[in-house]
């Protein structure tokens, strides 16, 4: 965990999204070979470059060649298969396989933009995280989760009826920008959840140990994590 920890102990817009998610894959203490997987992305990026500018039709045309290289020329797509294997929650997984869920299929779009100089940002909707492509004044939101799909307003509406309910308006904070922080938390509070349910002490307390890193001031998750040290201690 210490690499993990080195690198966002920082201040937020210091913090490498990239860097971080492949290191959440160190949570069995293998090391993950960040150059290689960030070679990856690059070589996913100059793809999306190269398709960008032989577009003749320029709008959005940076999010368009992204959609092209990741979904359609590469085949990543959202695992709607098992969608709990935590598999999905680990981006170098995700590189391999070419299945994930929302977040980090959003998280590997993202980083592809950004390595391309297209503004892409998070949105942390309910239950179903998404990004928003800008095009100058313009922005459309898009679901990497279903083939980097453009949603419109009532797209949006009827997805956040699905998640939340019958009667949930769609208020414009939903669709406000993810911090990279935020987005780290969500991926470990997804880990969470699973593990949680498959009574993994061992690799539960691991995702607490770095979600207290991530959050070294919130108190539930110093109690919670007390609690977890006790009782896995008691287990040796």
Excluded at 27 to 41: F, M, N, S
Excluded at 92 to 117: F, K, N
Excluded at 202 to 223: G, Q
């Amino acid at each position: 965990m210490s690499r993990f920890a080195r690198v966002v102990q920082r201040a937020d817009t210091d913090l490498d999204l990239d860097v971080a998610a492949l290191l959440l894959g160190e949570l069995d203490e293998q090391p993950i070979d960040l150059a290689h997987y960030r070679g990856v992305i690059d070589g996913i990026a100059a793809a999306a470059a190269r398709v960008r500018d032989q577009l003749v039709d320029r709008s959005f045309a940076g999010a368009r060649a992204i959609t092209q290289v990741l979904f359609l020329e590469l085949g990543f797509r959202g695992n709607t298969d098992d969608y709990y294997d935590p598999r999905n929650s680990f981006l170098h997984e995700v590189i391999d396989r070419r299945v994930g869920i929302p977040i980090t299929l959003c998280v590997l779009y993202m980083e592809v933009a950004r390595r391309i100089d297209e503004r892409v940002t998070g949105v942390g909707f309910p239950g179903h995280f998404l990004v928003r492509a800008h095009d100058g004044d313009q922005a459309v939101v898009l679901d990497p989760f279903n083939a980097g799909a453009v949603l419109s307003r009532s797209d949006l509406e009827e997805l956040n009826r699905r998640v939340s309910g019958a009667d949930a308006r769609l208020d414009p904070s939903i669709l406000a920008p993810t911090s990279t922080r935020q987005i780290l938390t969500r991926i470990l509070v997804n880990l969470a959840g699973i593990y949680g349910k498959r009574g993994d002490m061992f690799r539960s307390l691991a995702i607490l140990e770095r979600l207290h890193l991530l959050d070294a001031d919130n108190l539930k998750i110093a109690r919670e994590l007390e609690q977890l040290r006790r009782r896995v201690d008691q287990l040796n």
